[in-house]
């Protein structure tokens, strides 16, 4: 299947600072990418929707200003977390969807667990 | 709004048993998925049924899908030892890939 992958796997950073998050589909070009956060025991919660080449679109409820995405090419997509906080310590999950090969599944990469301070 | 509601939320199972979860959901779909996510990874997908389907069978996996009750079940049969991790059903609504939602999930153990 089509391979996607995140970076960093994980972060620990302090309070105030921004971290960005990289998600990359290696094997294929993702028209459209999403970004998910998962807490603990609980499932995933679709943040923000991301196309190549266009602003993303957000989820009721997600700040577009404190969670920065940019989806600048079909193999890449970045979420910049600004001026983090404790309560954004959570798992970030990504993942990348495409014309053929994929079809119309989401592949999902290994996701990042971010940990502020 | 959570599309999907996972039922039980918890399952414990002896090996080689068999294990059934059940999705419920709310609105039209596309088609519906199976995912598996061991503890603090990233997702597995599993199967994908389309709403014009009823049933698909991927190895030891059964799924079934009945739009007019708007519910799927996932079966793995002869349960193993690895099989042990939370599973989530995930809804694409019909028009294509947004908002696809996730259920709250399954968390299975199999006992060894």
């Known amino acids: 299947g089509a391979v996607v992958s995140q970076h960093p796997s994980r972060v620990i950073c302090k309070s105030g600072t921004s971290v960005k998050i990289e998600c990359r589909s290696l094997?294929?070009?993702?028209?459209?990418m999403f970004w998910y956060r998962q807490f603990p025991k609980q499932s995933l919660m679709l943040m923000a929707t991301?196309?190549?080449?266009?602003?993303?679109?957000?989820e009721q409820g997600v700040e577009k200003d404190k969670f920065l995405i940019n989806h600048a090419s079909l193999t890449l997509s970045t979420l910049t977390v600004t001026s983090a906080h404790p309560e954004d310590s959570s798992f970030y999950i990504c993942?990348?969807?495409?014309?053929?090969?994929?079809?119309?599944?989401?592949?999902f990469g290994p996701g990042t667990r971010l940990t502020v301070l | 709004s959570q599309q999907g509601e996972e039922d039980p939320q918890a399952l414990s199972i002896q090996e080689g048993e068999n294990a059934t979860m059940n999705c419920s959901y709310k609105?039209?779909?596309?088609?519906l998925q199976w995912y598996r996510q061991n503890s603090g990874r990233g997702l597995v997908h599993l199967i994908l049924?389309?709403?014009?389907?009823r049933e698909k069978h991927s190895g030891r996996l059964r799924v079934t899908l009945d739009t007019s009750k708007k519910s799927s079940s996932l079966l793995i049969t002869a349960s193993r030892a690895a099989d042990t991790a939370s599973y989530f059903c995930?809804?694409?609504?019909?028009?294509?890939?947004?908002?696809?939602?996730f259920g709250i999930g399954t968390k299975l153990q199999v006992i060894p």
């Open positions: 609105t039209s779909i596309n088609n």
């Open positions: 049924i389309r709403s014009n389907e």
């Open positions: 995930a809804t694409v609504p019909s028009g294509g890939y947004q908002k696809v939602t």
């Open positions: 991301s196309n190549e080449g266009s602003k993303a679109t957000y």
């Open positions: 993942s990348a969807a495409g014309d053929s090969p994929v079809g119309d599944t989401q592949y």
């Open positions: 094997d294929f070009q993702a028209t459209t």
